[in-house]
């Protein structure tokens, strides 16, 4: 599978966004997929996840109740609405997958870039 990350792009602080994650090829049916970022001159970071047959979400800390991840089976389809975004949420964002539940994500997508101003 291999995933394309659409919807970043510049808002100010405050503002929303909503990130897709398309996977390409057949249903995904994996153990999950999970939304990253990485910001300039640091590691990529785990932002969120979520279980692809229960829909049980996983959060980072510091975006716990701004941010929600969802799916649309059907679209093959991963979302990622990020509300009362901050500066320190830009950086480019990618989804990778975890087919087997061991927590080795995989099949990085190419990213797609939020920048918030201040």
């Known amino acids: 599978v291999q995933f394309v990350e659409s919807g970043g792009g510049l808002v100010q602080a405050g503002g929303s966004l909503r990130l ?15 939304w990253f970022r990485q910001a300039p001159g640091r590691e990529r970071e785990f932002v969120a996840s979520i279980r692809w047959s229960s829909g049980s ?7 716990e109740g ?30 990778a997958s975890d087919p087997g539940g061991s927590g ?15």
């Open 66 to 95: 701004r941010f929600t991840i969802s799916r649309d089976n059907g679209k093959n389809t991963v979302y990622l609405q990020m509300n009362s975004l901050q500066p320190e949420d830009t950086g480019v964002y990618y989804c």
């Open 20 to 34: 897709s994650c398309t996977a390409s090829g057949p249903a995904f049916s994996g153990y999950q997929v999970g």
């Open 104 to 118: 080795d994500f995989g099949s990085w997508g190419l990213g797609t870039q939020v920048t918030v101003s201040s």
């Open 57 to 63: 979400t996983y959060y980072r800390f510091p975006v």
